[in-house]
């Protein structure tokens, strides 16, 4: 990281507060759309004013770029606090997972809780011990030191046409109770399936997936499927 960028974390700028809203709207502008704040207060479940007061603070910071009654935006340096954020949730996430045998369902909630802890060191050796993974459980991309994500090609099960053969390759807004249900169904990270028909009433998929009988999955399950071409 450029040393005159050094992270408003690791110089113990941000307050656990602070940080939740960079992600809040990180995550809802993955492009760095600009976001509005009646967005961001119903995502938050926080009420306007308390909201607007956070914006001014973090514009004065020069982590986003506010003006009244517009939407924000974040700025590069607010992105890289955020996409660090993040990078701490994931890498929990994968930890957990991985090397202390949680449930991909299990995990969210406790690195919701991590993700705010103030040592690099800590989550460095975290990187190392996991062998410097790309993606958590949910196969979402880990961020890297410098807050950078690789982008991937991927797409929505939903956008896929009879006939495609994909794998699934990430969940996205996944729930607890939904990615239960996927487990439930034995849906996974990594499974190829085919989309054999698809109903033009409601969206909904008719898929086959190897050595298993075909499926029918509801437009809603496949709009929170990420897949990429096999």
Known sequence: MNPNKISFYLRGMLS?????YLKA????????????????????????????????????KGLLEYATYKP??????????????????RLTEMFLVEVMEFSWDQVHEIAEQMEHIRSSVFFDKMDTI???????PHGSPIPDKDGKIKKRK???????????????????????????FL????????L?????????FDGSMRISIPGRRQEFLSRDVCEKLMVAFS
Do not use: Y
Request: charged content about 25%; aromatic content about 2%.
């Open 192 to 200: 190829a399936l085919t989309v054999k028909k698809i109903e033009p």
């Open 72 to 89: 924000v935006n974040l700025t590069e340096q607010g992105r890289i606090e955020a996409a660090l954020v993040i990078r701490r949730h």
């Open 183 to 190: 487990s439930q169904r034995k849906l996974h990270l990594g």
């Open 130 to 136: 996991l062998g410097h993974p790309s993606t958590d």
């Open 16 to 20: 656990l507060t602070e940080e939740n």
């Open 25 to 60: 709207i990180f995550h809802l502008s993955p492009a760095g759309n600009h976001v509005s704040l009646n967005e961001l207060s119903k995502a938050l479940g926080i009420k306007m004013s308390t909201v607007t007061a956070m914006m001014k603070k973090l514009s004065q």
């Open 154 to 180: 991927e797409k929505m099960l939903s956008e896929c046409k009879e006939g495609d053969e994909v794998k699934i390759s990430s969940v996205r807004q996944g729930s607890d109770e939904f990615l239960r």
